[in-house]
């Protein structure tokens, strides 16, 4: 894989990174709040769009990294299902009946995939 490549996928790494530590800080402060579901259409839909979007654009630089660098401890799997935790967890960040220990630990499991790749390519 090319320099410009891997630089491609280090940003939008970090971006989902900083994305996903937003989604975090989200859950936390409705958590706090225990009032109502934000807005949808407001709130929910805009962040979640984001998240896709990048998301998107991440996963097929991830798996080329993959298959040509062979980086040790990361597979095409992991990054299948950081795509869909990530896409889960920009909803559920929203959503009040949401289970916290199963959302912390599907933010961690994101965290520790995109910090890993993050370590790799530097």
Known sequence: MHQEMKNKLYKRTEELRKLNNEALQSFVRIKEEKETTPDFYECVKPFADKVKACADEWKPLAEQWILED?????????????????????????????????????????????TGITNQLK
């Open 70 to 114: 062979k980086p040790d401890y990361f597979y095409i799997k992991q990054m299948d299902d950081t795509h869909e935790n990530l896409l889960i967890s920009s909803v559920l960040a929203f959503q009040i009946d949401t289970k916290e220990k199963r959302f912390r630990e599907m933010i961690q499991s994101i965290d520790y995939i995109l």
